[in-house]
């Protein structure tokens, strides 16, 4: 890789030399850094075209105003040189919400660039100075604690997999409604908070395509998890009036132990498009107060709702005629964006299956809202933490619709590690940082907004990825690390926190950048600590000794639960997908049981369960460590606990086992029993009491 190119690489953000787990250097080929320019718009071709784009890049930085400055309060604002002021003059300063008056603040020259003082109340600004006018961010110094929002130093809460709740009529598919009633009897329990798996939109058209880490968008979501059994009445349908056949289908799929997504969405999307069928006129033309809230609601969702109801519209149409073009990049060009002449007028043919979609997103943000509104009057102190992925599909809404934004023609994933020597792909995509800057931030700010519209908390999902994340271009296999302007978007994640009243967690795992665990602590945003992971020398950390800025939890979803790590479950899974051989697979489970006494002997030394006066239980004898994993993850430092349903009901198997598809039933198990009867069974009664005598001692 010659000079120019190292340079443009570096300009735009991307790590052409890098450390692997193993504190490797590593040189990135430079097809891979080329292909890498081209998808963030830069053309790396030749050493003229590179001397271009440097040129490029530098004009950006120099001689552009920015679209948003983002500072903190009581610092001062920095001003680009490119005003080119000559300091004394007067900017007006005005709050977005035009709820207080104007601020008259001076301009200080400061060398190579100006100042001026900042209002002292966090917020969104105008900033006004002559001809020039810029949006100012003004963050919080740290984003809500746990504290400020429960009112309580330690709280503790549970996880679930919101598709695996079972409910009474649900048709073999969790519910909010059933997100609801789990948040009410959690909350008697005294619970503050239920983590939710990704609730984002998905595919309607792909009953195949299941899995809420790779969403079509996060900013809508998902209407399968529609609550029909209170919706349709509400919406004055009858279930009488539902064909008979229907609902002879919901209950067979009711009672099996996984979920059948191509049958139960195929359901779910057919009784939607009845419920519309009998409701929809009333609803787009009606003066009653529902139809009122339906007509509200299609306003204020504007163009992002418009263009996500037309992609689904239209994606049903393509790929329902044609399976090769599920992708819009096989549209053509008369489909390819947004604004493409054929989209509107493809809207107008077929108005009533746009407004279908809006009507299937306004039913699902009503039932996610009333989740949210059930925990909080049960007395949760944050309710519902949303779970925010860390992309989207390529293919999706969200790319078709904001490609401007997007690093269209490259995937995320993760280098090659311990765990997968030979990276990861995850086919999604994310934002642009180039493009994150020259649009004000709006797409993130957007995000976020749209992640807490319904929950007091919120997980983001590999949050390495606000300091750089691995991109593969598109024909790759090799990667690339991309910087993101990790302090602007800190900042301004405390500062929709501090607008929503929520506690923000970031899944800070895997090979973590050195400095961030230490700059989102400075923000307030709280890591993440698995039981598996708090080991020094071989030996599980007390639990006094955890981090008291971390979100503590037993095991996540791409984890062994309790009951399945002792047993050695995890291990005959990656055995059966051929992760490890069957020979190769005897190392590791010697490494286990001498990992079950190391934890037995933890416990012991914390005084937790019967391990201070008992031998460590057979692999089989699983129900002991379990009590004692929950009592002492409960008894941490941590302000937080969250204990996922499958340990709290001793289950053996995960929801996922990373890099498989097909090997292993990702993202389809069911709870054993309905909420109400599984929580109310003597092992989970012991184990929630648990939990809520260790969180709430002095």
Known sequence: MNEVLR????????????????????IVDKEVVCAMLAAMQLDASSDAACR??????????????????????????????????????????????????????????QGDHYECDLPTGPGY????????????????????????????????????????????????????????????????????????????????????????????????????YVDLTTALPELGIALTEIDRTLLQEAQALEAAPLVNWPRVATLRWRLLRLAWQQSGAALCQGTTPLAREFQRFRKAGGRALEDHARFEALHGHHYGQDAGKWHWQSWGERYATPEAPGVATFAAEHADEVTFHIFAQWLADRDMAAAQD????????????????????????????????????????????????????WGLTTFSPRALQQHGFQPFIDLLRASLRHARGLRIDHVLGLRRLWVIPDGFDDGIYLQYPLPELLRLVALES???????????LGTVPPGLREALMAEGILGMRVLWFEREHGLFIEPARWSDAAMAVTTTHDLPTVAGWWRGRDIDWRVQAGHVGATDSEPLREERAADRIALWNAFAYANVGTAASAAPPAPEMTAPVVDAAIEFVGRTAAPLTIVPLEDIAGLEEQPNLPGTTDQHPNWRRRLPAPTAELLQQPACERRLELLQRVRTQP
Not at 10 to 25: C, D
Request: proline share 5%.
């Open 125 to 224: 600004y105008q900033l006004q100075l002559g001809d020039f006018a810029v949006r100012v961010a003004v963050a919080p110094h740290r984003c809500c604690s746990v504290p400020d929002v429960t009112g309580k130093a330690k709280a503790w809460g549970l996880a679930a997999q919101l598709y695996a709740l079972r409910a009474a009529k649900d048709g073999g598919l969790g519910t909010f409604g059933a997100l609801a009633e789990l948040a009410q009897l959690a909350a008697a329990r005294g619970a503050d908070a239920l983590a939710i798996s990704p609730v984002h939109a998905l595919f309607a058209a792909d009953v195949h395509h299941h899995s809420p880490y790779s969403p079509s968008s996060r900013l809508f979501l998902n209407p399968l």
């Open 52 to 109: 271009a784009s440097l040129a490029e890049l530098q004009r950006e930085r120099e001689e552009t105003l920015p679209a948003l400055l983002v500072a903190e309060v009581g610092e001062s604002l920095r001003l680009p040189a490119a005003l080119g002021l000559g300091g004394g003059e007067q900017l007006t300063l005005t709050a977005e919400t035009g709820d207080s008056a104007p601020l008259m603040q001076t301009v200080r020259a």
């Open 374 to 425: 059930a925990a909080e009057r049960a007395g949760m102190g944050i309710g519902l933490i949303a779970d925010l992925a860390v992309g989207t599909d390529s293919g999706g809404s969200h790319a078709w619709s904001f490609q401007r934004d997007m690093l269209i023609g490259a995937a995320v994933g993760a280098p090659p590690d311990l765990l997968n020597k030979h990276g990861q792909n």
């Open 7 to 26: 340079q443009l690489a570096e300009a735009a953000g991307l790590l052409p030399h890098w450390q692997n787990f193993e504190g490797e250097e590593q």
């Open 498 to 508: 501090w607008r929503h009243q929520a506690v923000i967690c970031g899944e800070d």
